[in-house]
C-alpha cells in the first residue's frame, strides 16, 4: 500500500498552512515525500497572536529532512490566489498538488450582517479558490496528472444561523469542484471536496477559553462522537485524496465529520 500513499517527487501548495487543518496536512504531505508550499498571510496570523507559526510549520518539515517554503500572501485582493500560486511555484516547480484549506469566517447573526464581511468573506472563500484553480490546472492537465483538494464545511449541509455567508460560500465552491472535477478527470486531475466537522483550531480558540463553556458547545455541535476532532484527524482523508490513491475519486465531497452530517434519529 505504501505506493499508493506515497507523495515522493510531488510538489504541494497548502493554503492556510500556518496553523489548524492546514497545518497538519502540510506536515503529513512532508512526511510522505512531498515537497510543501506553505501559505500563509503574516497578518492574520498576527492578529491571532500567532506570528511565528508559519515559519515553526516550515522549520518542522525541514527538521524531518523534507523541502518547505514559505509564501506570505494576502488572499483578499484580487488576484491574490495567482500570486501565492506563482511565488510556490517559482521556489518549487510545477504545483502537482493545491489543497485550498485558507478561509474566513464571521460569526455574525444573518440580519447583522455587513458589506464589509460579504465581500471579504467572497473574496476570500470563493475568488481566491477560483484563481488559485485557473493558475493551477493547465499544468496539471499539460502534464496528466493532478490533484486538488478543497477544504469544505459540515455548514454545506447544517449551516450554522451565525455563519450564513460562510457556509453559502463553502457549498459553491463545493458546487465548483464538482463542475470542474468532470471536466479535469479525463487528465488524471482529480479534484475532490473534504468538509470537516467541529475542529479544535485557532479559530474556535476563543470557545475553549472555558473549558465548561466548550465541553457544552462539544456535546450540541459534535453529533454522535460527541467532541471536536483534532486537525490531525482530517489527515488520513486528505492523504488519500490527494495521493496515487485518489487515482479513480473525482468530485466526491468526504465528509469528515464523526456523524454529525447524518440525519437525526
Not at 492546514?22 to 510543501?36: C, T
Not at 460560500?169 to 466537522?197: E, F
Request: glycine share 8%.
Amino acid at each position: 500500500m505504501t505506493q499508493w500513499f506515497s507523495m515522493d517527487g510531488r510538489t504541494a501548495l497548502v493554503t492556510g498552512a500556518s496553523t489548524g487543518i492546514g497545518r497538519s496536512i502540510a506536515l503529513a504531505f512532508a512526511e510522505h515525500g512531498a515537497s510543501v508550499a506553505v501559505h500563509y498571510c503574516a497578518a492574520a496570523d498576527a492578529k491571532m497572536g500567532i506570528p511565528d507559526t508559519a515559519r515553526a510549520t516550515a522549520d518542522a518539515i525541514r527538521t524531518r529532512g523534507g523541502r518547505a517554503c514559505l509564501v506570505d500572501v494576502d488572499l483578499e485582493p484580487v488576484d491574490g490566489g495567482r500570486h501565492a500560486h506563482d511565488l510556490a511555484r517559482a521556489q518549487l516547480g510545477p504545483i502537482d498538488v493545491l489543497v485550498v484549506c485558507a478561509s474566513l469566517q464571521y460569526n455574525t447573526p444573518f440580519a447583522n450582517v455587513t458589506a464589509q464581511e460579504i465581500d471579504r468573506q467572497v473574496a476570500i472563500d470563493l475568488r481566491a479558490t477560483v484563481e488559485l484553480l485557473q493558475a493551477a490546472l493547465p499544468s496539471m492537465k499539460e502534464r496528466r496528472w493532478g490533484r486538488v483538494l478543497t477544504i469544505g464545511s459540515i455548514n454545506q449541509v447544517r449551516p450554522a444561523p451565525d455563519l450564513a455567508i460562510y457556509a453559502a460560500l463553502k457549498a459553491a465552491q463545493h458546487n465548483l469542484c464538482v463542475n470542474l472535477a468532470r471536466q479535469y478527470a479525463p487528465y488524471n486531475v482529480m479534484i475532490n471536496n473534504l468538509s470537516p466537522g467541529l475542529v479544535a483550531t485557532e479559530r474556535n480558540r476563543w470557545r475553549r477559553a472555558d473549558a465548561e463553556s466548550w465541553r457544552r458547545f462539544e456535546a450540541m455541535a459534535a453529533g454522535p462522537i460527541g467532541r471536536a476532532a483534532e486537525p490531525d484527524e482530517m489527515v488520513g482523508a486528505a492523504l488519500l485524496l490527494c495521493s496515487q490513491a485518489a487515482s479513480y475519486i473525482a468530485g466526491v465531497d468526504l465528509m469528515v465529520t464523526a456523524g454529525a452530517h447524518l440525519p437525526h434519529s
